[in-house]
C-alpha cells in the first residue's frame, strides 16, 4: 500500500466515466453504512453473534440490494442539481444524458440472488420513473434531497419493525447528513463544464 496516499486528494471528476464511478461508489456508500451500522447498533453486545447467523446475513443483503436503487436516486439528485447551472441551452439533452447514465450504472449489476429477476427488474423502473421527476423542479438542498426516500430506507432495516419504532429520525438524520457530506465533496472535485461537455459527447 503507498502510505502517502492517504493524504493525496481525491482525482477531479473531469468526463462521464469519473462521474459514473462517483455516483456508483457514493450511491453504495449510502445505502450500505446505514444499514450495517444501525443494525450493529441495535444489537449492541450481540452483534458479533449476529452478524454470524446466516438468516441475518440474508436479511442484510436483501435491504442492501433493495436500498441500493435509493441511494442512486438522491446522489444523482444531488449531482444533477450541482451540474446544472452549468448546462446553459443545452440542459435537456444533458439531463437526458445524465438520466442515461445513472441507468447504466444500475446495469452494471447482475440480478441479485436475494432479490430475483422480476423484483429487480421492478427496481429498475422506479428508477427511470423517478430520475425523470428531477428535472421537474429547481434543485433542492443536500440535506432535503433524502425527505421522499427516508421512509422506504428505513423500513427496510433488518430489524424486527418494534425494535426500530422509535429511529426513523435517526436514520433520516444519517441521510442527511450524509448527503451534505457528497455534495461538499462532488462540488470541491468536480469540473462541472468539462463533465457536461463529455455527457453531451457520449
Same mark, same amino acid.
Given at each position: ?8 486528494? @481525491? @482525482?477531479?471528476?473531469?468526463? !462521464? ?8 461508489? +457514493? ?5 450500505? =453504512? ?10 449492541? +453486545?450481540?452483534? =458479533?453473534?449476529?452478524? $454470524? ?10 435491504? $442492501?440490494?433493495?436500498?441500493? @436503487? ?14 446544472? @447551472? ?48 428531477? !428535472?421537474? +423542479? ?13 421512509? *422506504? ?8 419493525? =418494534?425494535?426500530? !419504532?422509535?429511529?426513523?429520525? *435517526? *436514520? ?5 447528513? *450524509? ?7 462532488? !462540488? ?15
Amino acid at each position: 500500500m503507498d502510505f502517502f496516499g492517504w493524504f493525496r486528494r @481525491p @482525482p477531479p471528476i473531469g468526463d !462521464s466515466i469519473a462521474l459514473g464511478e462517483f455516483i456508483d461508489q +457514493h450511491a453504495a456508500f449510502v445505502a450500505q =453504512k446505514g444499514i450495517y451500522e444501525y443494525a450493529r447498533a441495535r444489537a449492541g +453486545h450481540y452483534a =458479533k453473534v449476529l452478524f $454470524r447467523e446466516q438468516a441475518f446475513l440474508d436479511a442484510v443483503e436483501n435491504a $442492501r440490494w433493495r436500498a441500493y @436503487p435509493l441511494g442512486l436516486l438522491m446522489v444523482a439528485e444531488l449531482v444533477e442539481g450541482i451540474l446544472r @447551472p452549468h448546462t446553459g441551452d443545452d440542459r435537456l439533452r444533458q439531463f437526458e444524458a445524465l438520466r442515461d447514465l445513472v441507468v447504466s450504472v444500475f446495469d452494471r449489476y447482475p440480478v441479485p440472488a436475494q432479490l430475483g429477476e422480476q423484483a429487480w427488474g421492478e427496481l429498475r423502473e422506479e428508477v427511470e420513473r423517478r430520475l425523470q421527476l428531477i !428535472s421537474l +423542479h429547481p434543485p433542492k438542498r443536500a440535506m432535503d434531497i433524502p425527505e421522499p426516500f427516508a421512509q *422506504t430506507y428505513w423500513e427496510l432495516m433488518p430489524i424486527h419493525e =418494534k425494535m426500530r !419504532s422509535q429511529d426513523f429520525l *435517526t *436514520t433520516r438524520n444519517y441521510l442527511r447528513v *450524509t448527503m451534505c457530506n457528497i455534495h461538499d465533496e462532488f !462540488s470541491k472535485r468536480v469540473d462541472a463544464p468539462a463533465v457536461n461537455q463529455s455527457l453531451l459527447a457520449a
